[in-house]
């Protein structure tokens, strides 16, 4: 059996990071309609804690000389916790499908923004990409005479606070652990959502609710186990495109799981996003000037 190069092994591990998140967001979907929004988040957040802690204790991650808290890091712990509340209140009530396709524009809208405050060059070409991937989004969107489904502009609020997160990350210190970073994040994810429970209600788990939300957890976990080690082998370049079958496992999940198949709008700006963004990164590849990050919420 031919052993695969280490390029093949870092497309893969992104393949299966993509399919831990996605399966994790299918779950969490499906949960929607038996628990609320911060219940099922803190229940969630309490296994994948402690399974993310386990992760970052075996390797050193949490004593790591590196691992501090900062305002940097604080700021980005919010966009994050922003994002998650953004993504779930979209998921839960659209299509998973359609929230993946738009979820897909960020790494273009980081692309934009790095360009404007991080004085990141952009050329002229990946410009072009942008405006044409945003267009794309709004075919998604579909705007109409009564307005846009205040559920899609949750999606796209997702994008504007991953794009805060990721400014933040592209500033940290190289050396500080991924695993940290996570841990953390997690943390107040999970604690936030207990606060807000007494806002938002509580209602009685069942076993198979706890089952769903356990099953969330672990693929969670494995999303950033698999992502972390997408970067520890091959080109980052090379595996960062294969992050867009996010999309595939998406639309596969959303007709096995709730018999949601994609309609004309979303194919077309679905297209349309993957396309650019694909060509942006080639681009950025070609240039030899970028540094690619995990583009969606982490929990």
């Known amino acids: ?18 399919m831990g998140f996605t399966f994790n967001d299918g779950l969490m979907k499906l949960i929607s309609s038996d628990l609320h929004l911060f219940q099922s988040i803190f229940i969630r957040g309490v296994m994948a804690t402690t399974l993310i802690g386990i992760l970052a204790w075996r390797n050193g991650a949490l004593l790591h000389p590196k691992a501090k808290m900062s305002r940097l ?11 998650t509340f953004c993504y779930l209140t979209a998921l839960f009530n659209i299509p998973l499908a359609d929230a993946t396709a738009i ?7 980081v692309t934009l923004a790095a360009s404007l ?3 990141e060059r ?8 942008i405006a044409i991937g945003f267009i794309g989004v709004v075919v998604i969107l579909r705007p109409s005479a009564d307005g846009i489904n205040t559920f899609y502009l949750f999606a796209l609020g997702t994008v504007f606070f991953m794009v805060l997160r990721d400014l933040c990350t592209r500033r940290f210190d190289p050396e500080m652990p991924s695993l940290f970073i ?18 938002d209600g509580w209602q009685q788990v069942s076993t198979k609710n706890i089952s769903v939300l356990a099953g969330a957890a672990i693929f969670i976990f494995f999303g950033y186990l698999f992502t972390i080690m997408t970067v520890r082998v091959g080109e980052i ?6 992050r867009y079958t996010a999309l595939i496992w998406a639309m596969i999940i959303g007709v096995v799981m709730f018999n949601h198949i994609p309609d004309t709008a979303v194919l077309i700006g679905s297209t349309i996003v993957v396309t650019t963004g694909l060509y942006s990164l080639l681009r950025e590849r070609t240039a030899s000037s970028w540094s690619v990050r995990n583009t969606r919420p982490s929990l």
Do not use: H
């Not at 890091?73 to 994002?83: D, F, P, S, Y």
């Not at 979820?103 to 809208?109: D, I, K, Q, R």
């Not at 996570?182 to 806002?199: D, R």
């Open 103 to 109: 979820l897909m524009a960020s790494p273009l809208a």
């Open 182 to 199: 996570a841990f953390t994040t997690s943390t107040l994810m999970t604690l936030a959502s207990a606060a807000m429970i007494p806002f």
């Open 73 to 83: 890091l604080i700021v980005r712990m919010l966009a994050e916790m922003g994002g």
């Open 122 to 129: 952009v050329g002229w070409r990946r410009y072009i990409a």
């Open 237 to 242: 370049s090379f595996a960062a495109p294969f």
């Open 1 to 18: 059996m031919t052993k695969l190069s280490d390029n093949m092994r870092g497309a893969l591990f992104m393949v299966l990071g993509m």
């Open 117 to 119: 405050f991080l004085r």
